[in-house]
């Protein structure tokens, strides 16, 4: 009974997107051009992006030559292991993926946040499946004024949505304006943002003993995601795993 009832809503919503779709075509994630297909994506453009999957490194997501079971390590990951207990990207940062990264983290473009969550939701769905909690990573409050958004707020909230989970925006605090890492070494980056982010006693309470999912856009050396996680275990966090849209695999290769 209860699904004959919802089958007219079912069918007036799936006409409201057909006429949508009609009046307003979805742009491209990569040419930014609209009508090009009934996706966010061109079969030639989805083709060209590099999308993650095993076999990876179980701790920092770095994609792996061999298949040496779920638990494998990259060489990187046995020398010095991060922060965090795992991390999980659903994309290569590229030629390929450039765009639709830049689009969100630098114009607030937001018509593919539904498309990009979904990406990450498959990339961790082992991550999302244990956290207790989702914290983005912070922008600076002036930062958050002068831009009007958090994109990496954004993409947290999309996958709590799905996932059923909570999404707190207002425990991890970015105490310190740092400067743009984009071109600084991974030194550099490590000592930009040391000690820029901290939890309030309040907030503690709320971490303590819990599964965090720390949620960003993109991660390039892991100083950001390394300052925010120590922020999160020093407050109490039992685990701190991280997702995010995409990551550099090679930094030599591109500069954010």
Same mark, same amino acid.
Request: glycine share 8%.
């Given at each position: 009974?209860?699904?004959?009832?919802?089958?007219?809503?079912?069918?007036?919503?799936?006409?409201?997107?057909?006429?949508?779709?009609?009046?307003?075509? +979805?742009? *491209?994630?990569?040419?930014?051009?609209?009508?090009?297909?009934?996706?966010? &994506?061109?079969?030639?453009?989805?083709?060209?992006?590099?999308?993650? *999957?095993?076999?990876?490194?179980?701790?920092?997501?770095?994609?792996?030559?061999?298949?040496?079971?779920?638990?494998? +390590?990259?060489?990187?990951?046995?020398?010095?292991?991060?922060?965090?207990?795992?991390?999980?990207?659903?994309?290569?940062?590229?030629?390929?993926?450039?765009?639709?990264?830049?689009?969100?983290?630098?114009?607030?473009?937001?018509?593919?946040?539904?498309?990009?969550?979904?990406?990450? +939701?498959?990339?961790?769905?082992? &991550?999302?499946?244990?956290?207790?909690?989702?914290?983005? $990573?912070?922008?600076?409050?002036?930062?958050?004024? *002068?831009?009007?958004?958090?994109?990496?707020?954004? &993409?947290? +909230?999309?996958?709590?949505?799905?996932?059923?989970?909570?999404?707190?925006?207002?425990?991890?605090?970015?105490?310190?304006?740092?400067?743009?890492?984009?071109? &600084?070494?991974?030194?550099?980056?490590?000592?930009? $943002?040391?000690?820029?982010? *901290?939890?309030?006693?309040?907030?503690?309470?709320?971490?303590?003993?819990?599964?965090?999912?720390?949620?960003?856009?993109?991660?390039?050396?892991?100083?950001?995601?390394?300052?925010?996680?120590?922020?999160?275990?020093?407050?109490?966090?039992?685990?701190?795993?991280?997702?995010?849209?995409?990551?550099?695999?090679?930094?030599?290769? $591109?500069?954010?």
């Amino acid at each position: 009974m209860g699904s004959d009832m919802d089958q007219p809503t079912r069918m007036a919503k799936g006409a409201l997107r057909g006429v949508a779709e009609f009046l307003w075509p +979805q742009r *491209s994630l990569v040419s930014g051009q609209r009508g090009v297909g009934k996706g966010p &994506l061109t079969a030639s453009e989805f083709a060209a992006i590099g999308f993650l *999957s095993d076999p990876v490194c179980n701790t920092c997501g770095r994609p792996m030559e061999l298949d040496l079971g779920p638990e494998a +390590q990259c060489a990187a990951c046995i020398a010095r292991p991060p922060r965090w207990d795992r991390a999980r990207a659903a994309l290569i940062y590229d030629a390929a993926s450039r765009r639709i990264v830049l689009d969100l983290k630098r114009s607030g473009r937001r018509d593919g946040l539904r498309t990009m969550t979904g990406w990450m +939701q498959r990339a961790g769905a082992n &991550l999302i499946a244990e956290a207790d909690m989702i914290i983005p $990573v912070p922008l600076h409050y002036t930062r958050l004024v *002068s831009r009007g958004f958090n994109q990496s707020a954004w &993409l947290g +909230q999309g996958i709590a949505r799905e996932a059923g989970l909570p999404c707190r925006v207002d425990l991890l605090k970015r105490k310190r304006r740092t400067p743009t890492q984009g071109n &600084l070494s991974a030194k550099a980056r490590h000592r930009n $943002v040391a000690g820029a982010f *901290s939890i309030s006693p309040r907030a503690a309470t709320l971490i303590d003993g819990k599964r965090l999912l720390l949620v960003d856009d993109v991660l390039t050396t892991g100083a950001t995601l390394s300052a925010c996680t120590r922020a999160l275990k020093r407050a109490g966090a039992r685990q701190v795993d991280v997702l995010v849209l995409a990551r550099v695999v090679r930094e030599t290769d $591109v500069t954010i």
